[in-house]
């Protein structure tokens, strides 16, 4: 979990993701709810994290947002460009095949974009969203796969 964490703390990532890190309490409290939650039915998150030589680069889940079910993911960043996201957002969609299924990126991320979209995802709106406890004021793109 605290590797899980370091992730997030990343400037960089922030940045692309228009996201703000949690601190490691607000952090630790969501992670240990969702993983007590040994079958999905009270968080309603299927996390996974992600291997890539080996070792944690980072995690894949599916939540729901905004009343709807929805695929999320966080890699490090010096795994960046090497195709971890597309496989293992495929492998996620694999396991987990509910449809819709829906997800949102920073308009200017386009490096999440390309991964979603290789993955079936299709763009169906682009807004202005406010900022939040966890979001920047930014351009969010929602998309789906039906």
Request: aromatic share 6%; glycine share 8%.
């Amino acid at each position: 979990m605290r590797l899980l964490h370091e992730f997030e703390l990343d400037e960089a990532s922030n940045a692309l993701a228009g996201t703000k890190p949690r601190d490691w309490a607000t952090f630790r409290t969501r992670w240990e709810e969702i993983l007590a939650d040994v079958d999905g039915t009270r968080t309603g998150v299927t996390p996974r994290v992600i291997l890539g030589d080996g070792v944690v680069v980072g995690a894949v889940n599916i939540s729901p947002h905004e009343g709807r079910e929805s695929i999320g993911y966080w890699i490090a960043r010096e795994h960046w460009g090497r195709g971890i996201a597309s496989r293992a957002v495929a492998m996620m969609l694999g396991e987990f095949v509910r449809r819709p299924l829906y997800a949102t990126a920073a308009g200017h991320n386009v490096a999440s974009i390309r991964v979603l979209e290789k993955n079936g995802f299709r763009v169906v709106s682009r807004s202005m969203t406010a900022e939040t406890a966890r979001t920047v004021r930014r351009e969010t793109v929602t998309m789906v796969l039906e």
